[in-house]
């Protein structure tokens, strides 16, 4: 299996230029993926990423150059999901500051930290 990892990997690199950029210690082939520096982009690369992702999965099998194809993409597709993971992390604390200052009756935080909120949340809308 190992070899066969190794020669999907040099396969990719001559087939459409995708060379892995290092071989994990047991071998296998390991990529960055496309990264994701807006929510925006993390949604469009996830939405490509899962066209293309259904295009390998219609068949009744894959094909051995597919398998490191759909491995190169899964890369991108965990970053776009920890895109916007972080988004939504970073969401549900902002929300959480809105609440306790509203308790609070902390207009300030309320202004600020709703409208931080709202720019995150206005992200998920588009």
Avoid: C, W
Avoid at 46 to 70: C, F, M, Q, R, W
Avoid at 98 to 103: D, P, Y
């Amino acid at each position: 299996m190992r070899i066969i990892l190794i020669a999907l990997a040099v396969l990719l690199t001559v087939t459409n230029g995708n060379a892995a950029e290092v071989l994990s210690p047991d071998g296998r082939p390991h990529f960055s993926g496309k990264g994701a520096d807006s929510l925006k982009e993390a949604f469009q690369h996830l939405e490509e990423g899962n066209e293309k992702l259904e295009t390998y999965l219609e068949g009744d099998s894959i094909a051995n150059v597919d398998l490191a194809h759909i491995h190169e993409l899964t890369y991108t597709l965990e970053n776009a999901l920890a895109k916007i993971q972080d988004s939504l992390n970073s969401m549900a604390a902002t929300l959480e500051e809105v609440h306790l200052a509203s308790e609070k009756g902390d207009a300030d935080v309320v202004l600020q930290s709703g409208r931080e909120y709202l720019s995150i949340a206005d992200q998920f809308a588009d």
